[in-house]
């Protein structure tokens, strides 16, 4: 079965900071993985995906991803957050061949104090 | 941009009531999902349809839920006799790849308040 798990629940940054926002994932064959955003009040909308390919992956608003095979990991960064930055992060996986739906991780709020 | 669209937004309903949620799928899509996320946890996966039947349910799918395709264009979850621990955020999705890339296309939810 496949599982992920997202490091931190809450993160509170000033703007202008850094941001890495973690994500490990459990499945033993090839892995799609997602990052997707809920703003306050929105749907969940798709920020970045990593299918094959350049483990490295580009998103909108400034969103980067790495997949780290070996270490089962996708992280999500930027390199400098904004106040509009505010919303809840979920990490999602679906293993190919493996069940039909994403398994998203618990998601991570984060806050962007002005 | 199409997008998923989901009524209603919110609904407080007595235990033991039925309750349908509905959802429009983004029109050329193929694949339709429910998934669910109760206050403070994870986005948990319901069900998955395709080609007017579930290809796929989660143990959270029990007897009680039922989805349906009743028109070509809606995409339904009824829960038959709710309870306390349904009350959740219910999201549909649809996909034009299905489970294959697994990128979905999500609406805004249907928060679902049972007393």
């Known amino acids: 079965a496949q599982s992920v798990s997202q490091h931190n629940h809450h993160v509170i940054l000033s703007e202008a900071a850094s941001l890495e926002l973690g994500c490990n994932y459990s499945y033993g064959g090839t892995v799609n993985l997602f990052w997707y955003v809920q703003y306050p009040g929105q749907h969940l909308q798709l920020l970045l995906k990593?299918?094959?390919?350049?483990?490295l992956v580009k998103g909108i608003k400034g969103f980067e991803a790495e997949f780290i095979k070996s270490k089962f990991s996708f992280n999500l960064r930027k390199p400098s957050v904004q106040w509009s930055d505010t919303a809840e992060y979920f990490c999602?996986?679906?293993?190919?061949?493996?069940?039909?739906?994403?398994?998203f991780g618990k998601g991570t709020h984060l806050i962007i104090q002005p | 941009e199409p997008e998923v669209t989901q009524t209603p937004s919110h609904q407080v309903t007595q235990m033991g009531q039925e309750v349908i949620l509905r959802c429009v799928p983004i029109s050329n899509h193929l694949y339709f999902y429910w998934y669910r996320q109760i206050l403070g946890q994870k986005v948990e996966f319901l069900v998955s349809f395709y080609n007017n039947e579930i290809s796929e349910k989660s143990e959270i799918f029990d007897d009680q839920f039922s989805v349906e395709r009743p028109d070509g264009s809606n995409f339904t979850l009824k829960i038959r006799s709710t309870k306390l621990e349904d009350s959740a955020m219910y999201f549909c999705?649809?996909?034009?790849?299905?489970?294959?890339?697994?990128?979905?296309?999500f609406g805004e939810g249907s928060r679902l308040t049972v007393l």
């Open positions: 999602a996986v679906k293993g190919l061949g493996g069940a039909d739906g994403l398994t």
């Open positions: 990593y299918f094959s390919g350049d483990p």
């Open positions: 999705a649809s996909s034009p790849a299905g489970g294959r890339t697994g990128e979905l296309f």
